[in-house]
């Protein structure tokens, strides 16, 4: 179950990232969108409401589930950027779930990712190496640096899309 659940494994930081590693996560975070709309272009709406694992979420509830976690991710980094180590907020990614917003089409989601990664990667490329070492407090992980943060932050989307990919080859769709 747990490799359904974590199909590329746990987060592991990198403690002391170099420039490349940093451009290279970036990268991933602005290609993101593309990739996740190429995986669920051609899913049906039956599809679209399958677990990705038993007792886990629908495709549906996980590509709005992204687009929350982005607008999370991209207030975290800004207050940052502009405050000392200020306290990130937390959410019921839970109860989000359930909320009505995430029956409507994934389409709002998909764009919403497009964009908001689209400006998130023009301040990631903008930032200097020592913003990276600017920190914010998260409740669930504690005092997390920039770096850290992005490293998460590319992680939960490829951590997404392979919960959707290994579905697809399990279902064989």
């Not at 602005?30 to 990739?35: D, G, L, R, W």
């Not at 399958?50 to 509830?61: F, L, V």
């Not at 600017?134 to 932050?153: E, I, K, N, W, Y």
């Amino acid at each position: 179950m747990d490799t359904l659940r974590f199909p590329i494994g746990h987060f592991e930081v990198v403690l002391e990232p170099d420039l490349e590693m940093r451009r290279e996560w970036i990268r991933k975070i602005a290609e993101m969108p593309a990739q996740l709309r190429h995986i669920v272009q051609s899913l049906t709406s039956e599809q679209l409401l399958t677990p990705y694992r038993p007792g886990g979420w629908t495709i549906q509830q996980v590509v709005h589930h992204l687009a929350d976690n982005d607008m999370n991710a991209y207030i975290r980094f800004k207050k940052a950027l502009t405050e000392d180590n200020p306290i990130a907020s937390t959410y019921r990614e839970d109860v989000w779930a359930e909320l009505n917003d995430y029956k409507a089409p994934i389409e709002t989601s998909l764009v919403l990712i497009e964009s908001l990664r689209s400006r998130f990667a023009v301040l990631l490329h903008a930032m200097q190496p020592s913003d990276f070492q600017r920190t914010f407090t998260s409740p669930a992980h504690g005092v997390m640096t920039l770096d850290m943060a992005l490293q998460r932050f590319d992680w939960h989307g490829r951590h997404h899309l392979a919960q959707i990919t290994s579905l697809k080859e399990r279902m064989g769709w």
